[in-house]
Structures are given as C-alpha cells and as structure tokens.
C-alpha cells in the first residue's frame, strides 16, 4: 500500500502496510513528529555525497545501489549530487532483497519482488549500498547475501538517510544523514517525492492492529 502524503488538514488514522528493517505488518500509524524537512533531506544527501566522495579518494571503481524502494530514489539523488561534485557520472544500479530476507515466512504468501539491475560487474568495485532507514540490521544483511551472490566486491559500504538504532546484528553505516533516538513502537517514515508526493522524514506511533 502506498504511503499517504498529508497536505492541510490530517484525515483520520487509517491502515498502512509496512514493511520496514525488521518490521513487517499492517496497523494503524499516527504521525507523531517531523525528523527532517526537504530542505534537511537536501542538506542531509549533499553532505553525505561529499563524504562519499572524500573516503574514497574520488569516484574511481565506486558505484551506487539502492535498495527497493526508497533506498533507489535516494540512491539516484545521490548520484546526481556525486556528479556535480566530480564531473562525472558513476554506474548505480538497483538491488531487490525480499527473497533473501530472513523474515520471509512472515510475508504475504505471494511477497512483491522488485527489480534487481545492476549494469556493471561488480567484482573489485566499491559498493555504495543507500538505504532509507537502518534499524535491526537484517535488510543490509539480505542485501549482502544478495551482492554476494553477483560477484565479490572489493569494499562495500553502507549510506543510509536514517539511523534509528536497535541493531540486532553488528552492521553499521559508513554514512549516514540523521541518527534519530527512537522506541521500538515508533515508525519512522522515509517519505521521497517520485513515491510518496512529498519528501519527510516522519515518526509515527503504532495504533490498534488493522483487521486484514
């Protein structure tokens, strides 16, 4: 189900499917707080392209990937702020993790598989895997299972917008835009124009679970 985008008045709390790091589900979820603005996801995704840029001496031999979904969006926005900064444009690519995820009996039975393209070997390149939100871990894991079973990279190294902590396996960003503190019966909502009509980071809470 595709994440509602709030203009004006704020109708009634209504279902939403989720399917976050760790978190899979239907329930209500009310908006609690805003973590960033456009104008700071902007901010956020610059500054972390320069970081980019700075740890790997250049551009030479690095190529993006985004995860399905809104890691893909967030992934080509870096790409372009990258090829402003260094004149040239990087190979990026996108990566589907949902059949190496460990949670997948928890899925519907006909789970939703994304496009997976990624239009470079990717043996002895530095991989930029860009994520939304890192919270338990297990989606960089399935995403790195997933990269294993494509070639073996020199280096890969993790930029995520949001780290909310709660970390369940030893995986950590390389760079990240915000670390924002949260309870684990909080949401946070990764929200980016091309999918959700507006670009926020929210934090919802969770209400009553939905009938399905």
Do not use: W
């Amino acid at each position: 189900m595709k994440l509602s985008v709030f203009r004006g008045s704020r109708p009634s709390p209504r279902p939403r499917s989720f399917f976050y790091d760790g978190e899979v589900g239907e329930m209500m979820l009310r908006e609690k707080a805003k973590v960033l603005s456009s104008e700071e996801m902007e901010r956020a995704l610059k500054r972390m392209a320069h970081e980019i840029v700075e740890r790997n001496g250049g551009l030479d031999r690095v190529v993006l990937v985004g995860i399905q979904r809104r890691g893909v969006f967030l992934g080509r926005r870096l790409m372009e702020y990258l090829r402003t900064i260094e004149e040239t444009k990087l190979p990026s690519g996108e990566l589907d993790i949902t059949l190496y995820r460990d949670d997948l009996t928890l899925l519907h039975d006909q789970p939703v598989v994304h496009s997976t393209s990624i239009p470079v070997d990717i043996n002895g390149m530095k991989v930029v895997l860009v994520d939304d939100v890192i919270y338990t871990g297990r989606t960089i894991r399935a995403a790195l299972d997933a990269l294993m079973d494509m070639g073996r990279p020199q280096a890969v190294q993790l930029a995520v917008l949001i780290d909310r902590g709660h970390r369940e396996l030893p995986i950590h960003p390389d760079y990240q835009g915000r670390l924002v503190p949260t309870s684990k019966s909080e949401i946070v909502e990764v929200r980016v124009l091309e999918y959700d009509g507006a670009d926020e980071v929210v934090i919802c809470e969770q209400g009553e679970s939905a009938d399905v």
